[in-house]
Each structure stands twice: as C-alpha cells, then as structure tokens.
Nanobody
Framework: VQLQASGGGLVQAGGSLRLSCTAS????????MGWFRQAPGKEREFVAA???????YYDDSVKGRFTISRDNAKNTVYLQMNSLKPEDTAVYYC??????????????????????WGQGTQVTVSS
C-alpha cells in the first residue's frame, strides 16, 4: 500500500487549503483513514478520521473548520481546511488501517492505530 499526500502550501490566516491522499492498490473505502499533523518539536497529533459509511470524527481543535471526506471511486481522502490559524502550521500526514472498518475513538486518534502512512505535506499559515 502506498499513500500519496498533496495539497499543502503557504496561506494567510483565515484562508483555506484542501489536502488530498490517494491510496494505491485495492479499494479501501470500508476502512478507516485519518489525518494527523506534526509541528516542529511536538508529537504527531490526530486531526480527523473517516471510516465505512462516511462516518467522521474530529479533534476539537479543528471541529467546525476542517472537513474530512472520501471519494471511493478515486480511493482518495480529502481534508478541507477553512479558517486556518497560525497554530495549524505543521506537516500533515494521511494514514490507513486496512484491517479496521469500525474504529473506536481510542484507536482512530492514536498514530499506532494505523498501518500505513503518506509522506507528509507541509501546511504553513502566516499571521
């Protein structure tokens, strides 16, 4: 499995970006996919996840501003990020667990709950 993330960039506070993550190989529409981020000097933290049926879960820090979605035909997950803040600056990673269709909150919010990771895409929000 290979995950290819893209869409990062430099944006002013209040702006928007859309990240994409495409999985190679077979269809993974039933399985949990997530977005994490890691700022310099900090641990990787959970952002959002989507799993079978389009169910979603968000960290409180992005709820109401970010939207995770998936296009099953393209094997792609998106993260639409609106009202960006400087504290959203980080490298964003997508991740996949191809064994789990109905994750618990504890599983989907931990990096250890995923088996495959994309290469990361930098998001920088200027004030």
């Amino acid at each position: 499995v290979q995950l290819q993330a893209s869409g990062g960039g430099l944006v002013q506070a209040g702006g928007s970006l859309r990240l994409s993550c495409t999985a190679s190989g077979r269809a993974y529409s039933r399985y949990v996919m997530g977005w994490f981020r890691q700022a310099p000097g900090k641990e990787r933290e959970f952002v959002a996840a989507v799993w079978s049926g389009g169910s979603t879960y968000y960290d409180d820090s992005v709820k109401g501003r970010f939207t995770i979605s998936r296009d099953n035909a393209k094997n792609t997950v998106y993260l639409q990020m609106n009202s960006l803040k400087p504290e959203d600056t980080a490298v964003y990673y997508c991740a996949l667990n191809p064994r789990l269709t109905t994750p618990t909150i504890a599983t989907m919010t931990r990096p250890g709950g995923y088996d495959y990771w994309g290469q990361g895409t930098q998001v920088t929000v200027s004030s």
